[in-house]
Antibody
Framework: EVQLVESGGGLVKPGGSLRLSCEAS????????LNWVRQAPGKGLEWVAS????????YYARSVKGRFAISRDNAKNSLSLQMNNLRVEDSAIYYC?????????????WGQGTLVTVSS | SYVLTQPPSVSVAPGEAARITCEGN??????VHWYQQKPGQAPVVVIY???DRPSGIPERFSGSNSGNTATLTISRVEAGDEADYFC???????????FGGGTQVFVL
């Protein structure tokens, strides 16, 4: 069974930093693009960042570029998101999502998410 | 940047069909994917590549995409279909994934 388990969320002050992790199991980790998608409370889904299987392609949403860094450790089957200079508007549930296939164009499955709250 | 527009809500009686639209400029030239999200749960893909259905998703879920509108159709709606539905595309022009704002489906 494919599983994605996020961790690392919590309460942080504006301007602070946080590192999220996603542990993956049940599939060949090195074959898939991985993604972070977030959802502010009561709001819609917002794509955050993607990293290809070989790490050769990394993409960021404009809202986080320059502040967030996505990375993966193919030896440990893990995905990370380093979030710096956090803003109140970054408060959201952050989901780790695997690409549905080798194209990377869709997301399946998703983890259960980890909550990030940015507040003074 | 590419924008996807969905109606905020759709109401449908049990047994009827629900149609959820996703509008975007020439969206018919892109592949559209649909996700269902129930309260307190992570999203689940119900349609990918416009009209493909993952294993485990009922045949009542179908999709189409042409021109400026993609549509998710839920036939013979059941109470358990009440959820938020999001469309999504990969915009190669910006190298960004884009989500629609989401549609809340109410079963009357």
């Amino acid at each position: 069974e494919v599983q994605l388990v996020e961790s690392g969320g919590g309460l942080v002050k504006p301007g602070g930093s946080l590192r999220l992790s996603c542990e993956a199991s049940g599939f060949t980790f090195t074959s898939y693009t991985l993604n972070w998608v977030r959802q502010a409370p009561g709001k819609g889904l917002e794509w955050v960042a993607s990293v290809s299987s070989s790490k050769s392609h990394i993409y960021y949403a404009r809202s986080v570029k320059g502040r967030f860094a996505i990375s993966r450790d193919n030896a440990k089957n893990s995905l990370s998101l380093q979030m710096n200079n956090l803003r109140v508007e970054d408060s959201a549930i952050y989901y780790c999502a695997r690409a549905g296939d080798s194209s990377g164009y869709w997301f399946d499955p998703w983890g259960q998410g980890t909550l990030v709250t940015v507040s003074s | 940047s590419y924008v996807l527009t969905q109606p905020p809500s759709v109401s449908v009686a049990p047994g009827e069909a629900a149609r959820i639209t996703c509008e975007g400029n020439n969206i018919g030239l892109k592949s559209v994917h649909w996700y269902q999200q129930k309260p307190g749960q992570a999203p689940v893909v119900v349609i990918y590549y416009d009209s493909d259905r993952p294993s485990g998703i009922p045949e009542r879920f179908s999709g189409s995409n042409s021109g400026n509108t993609a549509t998710l159709t839920i036939s013979r709606v059941e109470a358990g279909d009440e959820a938020d539905y999001f469309c999504q595309v990969w915009d190669s022009g910006s190298d960004h994934h884009v989500f629609g704002g989401g549609t809340q489906v109410f079963v009357l």
